[in-house]
């Protein structure tokens, strides 16, 4: 139960509910006050229209209240006659003129404010309450009172008081109030309803994405979450979502190729060595011809750990493993793998030209931020691989050079190039061109690990046919900060 009560939809419907409940009680809290005030000012206004009706019909002579006849004749209503008004006339001091026989001998009192009318003019309106007797005995509730001071020649000064009983006012509010009280529980159940229903419809689409995404697999990569036409968050979402299984896809794909790679590649060596061994094994053979065969075979061992190499380091490229820079010079860098690549240069007869970053005196040398054992590995495998390409006694060519806050090295050879329809390819993984019947040299791996080194360095590589015959690979690395 716990449980559900965590889930998005509980919490959506809730935050509907909250919402619709605040605002349906303020609502509904400004509608009863706004109607309790208008009856409340009705019934104000009903009293003073009847205190005005009243000043109208009196004509007072030596104090006494006498009824008015109308131009047709007739005799006017006696005010002092309704029984629902109480009337009571005083003098300026207070003293009781007249009053209605409706209130026998009570009194209407008269307060410091209602005196203040004789000053401002104004009728003052007061509800009275607890009066102690001094109030008409058929009335239990609280009374409204207005009075207001009358000065004219030809009537006197005089304070008429008109009181009427608040009882329908109060009666009409209680029974406002009662039918909120009825209204406003219906009103937040069926927005609880509405709420947990807004809120199922409003996931909807993402419960559709869950139901799909539960059925996707490693066998069923290729397919995808279908995406509604809508421009809204939850398309945005899908949209991202398939983007990330393709990329998903992809990789594991990748991943898929690299391990059949891996495994051909290993099967070839171990299969060498498995084969010498039985050879080996099955009958007794001269000194010279175990030596020869353990020869063959540390060979073979020293080509299973040159491909155990490469493939660490295009894992620790490939895998995006954050480095942790230091400055590394350029020239250093280049040099190194130079010296590294030379028994291999001259066992092919093929000479290696370096050409680095000249400075004055006074200017430091050219550095990269970044990882020296990577970067030289990088330019030794860049450097072999031209090596082996290179016809014999022909040169190779290190160039560096500065191109707008970034090193630029250029490792050209004088070889046959690459088919236009390779140069994408070559520095995938395992990729080598076949030339023939030749076997090519190598792993495959040299080109991979070059172009893996230099993205983690955040630069970029490129290899190019050059118009006077062979190929160029260009490595593009951004300078440090102080060096640039």
Same mark, same amino acid.
């Given at each position: 139960m716990y449980q559900h009560f965590q889930t998005l939809r509980f919490r959506i419907a809730a935050l509907y509910f909250l919402v619709f409940g605040v605002i349906l009680i303020i609502l509904c809290g400004l509608i009863l006050q706004v109607r309790e005030q208008q009856l409340r000012q009705d019934f104000d206004e009903r009293l003073t229209n009847r205190a005005e009706t009243i000043l109208e019909v009196i004509s007072i002579r030596g104090v006494r209240a006498i009824p008015v006849t109308t131009r047709r004749g007739k005799r006017r209503p006696d005010p002092f006659a309704l029984d629902e008004y109480y009337v009571q006339i005083l003098s300026p001091k207070g003293e009781v003129l007249e009053h209605s026989p409706n209130m026998k001998?009570?009194?209407?009192?008269?307060?410091?404010?209602?005196?203040?009318?004789?000053?401002?003019?104004?009728?003052?309106?007061?509800?009275?309450?607890?009066?102690?007797?001094q109030r008409p005995s058929d009335e239990d509730g609280p009374l409204r009172l207005?009075?207001?001071?009358?000065?004219?020649?030809?009537?006197?000064?005089?304070?008429?008081?008109v009181a009427l009983s608040l009882a329908p006012v109060q009666?009409?509010?209680?029974?406002?109030?009662?039918l909120f009280l009825v209204v406003i529980p219906l009103a937040l159940v069926l927005a609880a309803g509405g709420s947990w229903l807004m809120a199922r419809r409003s996931l909807a689409p993402i419960a559709q994405i869950v139901r799909q995404a539960r059925e996707l697999t490693a066998a069923r990569l290729d397919r995808r979450i279908e995406t509604r036409p809508a421009k809204d968050e939850v398309s945005e979402m899908v949209t991202v979502i398939n983007e990330m299984l393709d990329r998903l896809?992809?990789?594991?794909?990748?991943?898929e190729r690299f391990i059949a790679d891996v495994s051909h590649e290993l099967k070839t060596p171990?299969?060498?060595?498995?084969?010498?061994?039985?050879?080996?094994?099955?009958?007794p053979r001269p000194i010279k011809e175990h030596e020869r065969f353990v020869a063959s075979i540390e060979d073979e061992l020293r080509?299973?750990?040159?491909?155990?190499?490469?493939?660490?380091?295009?894992?620790?490229?490939?895998?995006?493993i954050p480095l942790r820079p230091m400055p590394v010079s350029v020239n250093d860098v280049v040099m190194e793998a130079?010296?590294?690549?030379?028994?291999?240069?001259?066992?092919?007869?093929?000479?290696?030209?370096?050409?680095?970053?000249?400075?004055?005196?006074?200017?430091?040398e050219p550095t990269i931020a970044g990882d020296p054992a990577l970067l030289r590995v990088m330019m030794e495998n860049l450097i072999r691989n031209a090596?082996?390409?290179?016809?014999?006694?022909? #040169?190779?060519?290190?160039?560096? +050079?500065? !191109?707008?806050? =970034? &090193?630029?090295?250029?490792?050209?050879? #004088?070889?046959?190039?690459?088919? +236009?329809? !390779?140069?994408? =390819? &070559?520095f995938d993984r395992f990729f080598r061109i076949h030339r023939g019947q030749e076997q090519p040299p190598g792993a495959g791996l040299g080109l991979a690990i070059a172009r893996g080194v230099t993205r983690l360095h955040n630069g970029s590589i490129a290899a190019a046919n050059r118009a006077e015959g062979g190929c160029e690979f260009t490595v593009l690395i951004p300078l440090s900060p102080a060096a640039a």
């Open positions: 001998d009570a009194t209407l009192p008269l307060s410091e404010d209602a005196r203040a009318a004789r000053r401002g003019g104004v009728p003052v309106l007061e509800t009275l309450t607890g009066l102690n007797g207005l009075t207001l001071f009358q000065d004219e020649p030809e009537v006197g000064r005089f304070y008429l008081q009666s009409s509010i209680e029974q406002l109030r009662s896809e992809s990789a594991f794909r990748s991943q171990l299969s060498v060595l498995l084969g010498q061994v039985q050879v080996l094994l099955q009958q080509q299973l750990a040159r491909l155990a190499d490469s493939l660490l380091v295009w894992s620790r490229a490939e895998s995006g130079v010296q590294a690549c030379e028994p291999l240069a001259e066992t092919r007869e093929v000479r290696l030209i370096p050409s680095l970053v000249l400075t004055d005196s006074d200017e430091p090596i082996r390409h290179a016809p014999i006694g022909s #040169a190779v060519d290190v160039v560096l +050079e500065i !191109h707008n806050h =970034h &090193v630029g090295i250029h490792v050209r050879d #004088a070889g046959p190039g690459i088919p +236009e329809e !390779h140069l994408e =390819h &070559v």
